[in-house]
């Protein structure tokens, strides 16, 4: 590898989260004294990160377009609850529970970039809006009760490990090798990165931008379902505030991930180390008993402060061309 091509990688902002993640590891398994690297502890760390990657990437979809999507929480919540309601209530097979809560993800997805697209109102507003309309159906599939019980065949699967790593985990890391692809490889995803970066250069080359918003929205609910059935998997049991908790990492993993606010930027594996990240500092809070407030504040200001240097970095960029 030459030099420049080196010093270019070592100025990624992907590079810098990778050394960030590797020394939080290393000093938080020294703090427990070790305690960190034992198979149940490693086990349980990343197979309660597979959801804050996916969650992370359903917001990277919209924020590649330059928009928010605020009810990527409410409708993991509600995809679970339909996943196990269809499972204990309707009697269906995994399957097809399944197979329904991702068809609830990306309709209700359909719907938020639909709204967007014919009221011409910022996504922000309309997600605002969808995300108090979802959590009360959440709450309407069965109230404040607790589904458990459901496919032992599914828990099972939320249990299983291949070589000592969780297999939610894979699939999570497989689901965001797929939407790195996407924005890669495919037509569709590039347009999307297009829209985000100028729709009005994007309209002149013949991209629509209506199509994209519909595009984004819509993979990201689907992407909520993914994160839905994940959650009923690993977890065993949910019930109506499941997803209350998720906004904020949506948010934290693509932003501190080198995602830009203003649209046209993608990252995946920034996406996924950050989330990495978030969830050290999660289990530092359990840990240490920290209390959890102080987590949201050193969460919070560390988003406003990956903002904040994106701003800056955009400005440069533009002075120097």
């Known amino acids: 590898m030459s030099t420049s091509r080196a010093g270019v990688i070592a100025g990624r902002p992907e590079f810098t989260l990778a050394l960030l993640a590797a020394a939080g590891f290393v000093a938080l398994a020294v703090a427990t004294g070790g305690g960190m690297l034992s198979s149940g502890t490693l086990g349980a760390f990343f197979r309660f990160l597979a ?6 990437l359903s917001q990277m979809v919209v924020l590649a377009i330059g928009q ?3 009810s990527v929480g409410a409708l993991t919540g509600l995809c679970s609850m339909v996943a196990a309601w269809l499972m204990i209530d309707a009697g269906l097979p995994a399957p097809v529970a399944v197979l329904g809560a991702l068809a609830v993800g990306g309709a209700a997805g359909l719907v938020n970039g639909l709204l967007v697209v014919f009221t011409r109102i910022n996504g922000f ?3 605002l809006a969808t995300m108090t309309i979802i959590e009360g159906l959440r709450y309407g599939v069965n109230g404040p009760d607790t589904f458990q019980g459901y496919s032992s065949g599914l828990r099972d699967f939320g249990r299983a490990s291949v070589l000592g790593l969780p297999v939610v985990f894979l699939v999570a890391l497989a689901v965001a090798a ?5 924005f ?15 729709p009005f250069a994007a309209r002149l080359s013949g991209v629509s931008n209506d199509r994209s918003i519909i595009v984004a929205h819509g993979l990201s609910g689907l992407l909520a379902g993914v994160a839905a059935i994940i959650t ?21 993993a693509p932003i501190i991930g080198g995602v830009a606010l203003t649209g046209g930027v993608v990252s995946v594996v920034g996406t996924c180390l950050a989330a990495f990240l978030v969830r050290l500092v999660d289990v530092m809070q359990a840990q240490f008993g920290i209390n959890p407030r102080w987590i949201d504040l050193i969460v919070g200001a560390v988003v406003l402060g ?8 955009q400005r440069l960029l533009r002075r120097s061309s």
């Open 125 to 127: 507003i309309v997600t």
């Open 306 to 313: 990956a903002v904040l240097l994106g701003t800056v970095r």
């Open 232 to 252: 009923v998997a690993a977890s065993g049991s949910v019930n109506s505030s499941i997803g209350d908790d998720l906004l904020l990492p949506s948010f934290a």
């Open 178 to 182: 797929l939407v790195g692809v996407f």
């Open 184 to 198: 890669a490889r495919t037509v569709a995803g590039r347009q999307l990165l297009a829209t985000g970066g100028s």
């Open 68 to 70: 928010m999507n605020l």
């Open 51 to 56: 959801v804050p990657i996916i969650i992370g």
